[in-house]
């Protein structure tokens, strides 16, 4: 399964799972195998975790917590509690840790630790002065939430090689529209 980690937080590349909220969900994080996956690709841990349903239940209500108090960010819009609550209670749990072997550095934790640190990475943005930096992709349909690190502030997509493409393309082909006589043999 191919994931995508553009957001520039851990929190929002999560929330991320799911693509095109909008007008055809399409959820990357269907079972338990799909999160391993994914913890897997994310370098969270370097084994992950079986997890439980239970677990697996626990991770996408932060997911969502996580996308909703970000999007209320970008909105301007109230921030639910129960949201906050969600948060909140899920980056209480110990983390992801590192430990020291023979070999090197080895990261390592639980279902619950991956949650938790995800939580964190989210208390740290929505807390801090990041969450007025946190952007919506401009590409229709993508519904992902990015933090828009560019100096000026006026990044647009969530990245340029497909969305900002894809939107420059289009732009493109509006203001050059195809003609018969423009598609002869070049000279």
């Known amino acids: 399964m191919p994931f995508t980690f ?3 937080n851990l ?3 999560f929330a991320g799972t799911v693509k ?3 007008t055809a969900p399409e959820d990357l994080l269907s079972s338990p195998t ?4 994914w913890v897997a690709a994310a370098g969270l841990v370097d084994s992950p975790p079986v997890v439980s349903e239970p677990e697996f239940a626990r991770a996408l209500e932060v997911r969502e917590a ?3 108090l970000a999007l209320a960010s970008v909105t301007g819009g109230r921030r639910s509690q129960n949201d906050v ?5 899920a980056a209480a749990a110990a983390p992801v840790t590192v430990v ?6 080895r990261r390592e934790g639980t279902a619950d630790a991956i949650v938790a640190t995800v939580a964190r990475a989210a208390v740290v943005l929505l807390g801090g002065p990041d969450a007025a930096r946190i952007r919506e992709c401009e590409d229709p349909p993508c519904t992902r939430l ?5 100096r000026a502030r006026s990044r647009r997509w969530c990245e340029m090689s497909g969305c900002g493409n894809r939107t420059k393309a289009a732009g493109f082909r509006a203001r050059h529209p195809a003609s018969p006589a423009n598609h002869g043999a070049r000279r």
């Open 146 to 150: 990015f933090v828009d690190a560019s």
């Open 85 to 89: 609550a969600v948060i909140n209670d």
């Open 11 to 13: 929190a929002l590349d």
């Open 6 to 8: 553009v957001s520039g």
């Open 100 to 105: 020291l072997t023979q070999a090197g550095l």
């Open 66 to 68: 996580v996308y909703r």
């Open 20 to 22: 095109h909220r909008d």
């Open 34 to 37: 799909l999160l391993r996956e």
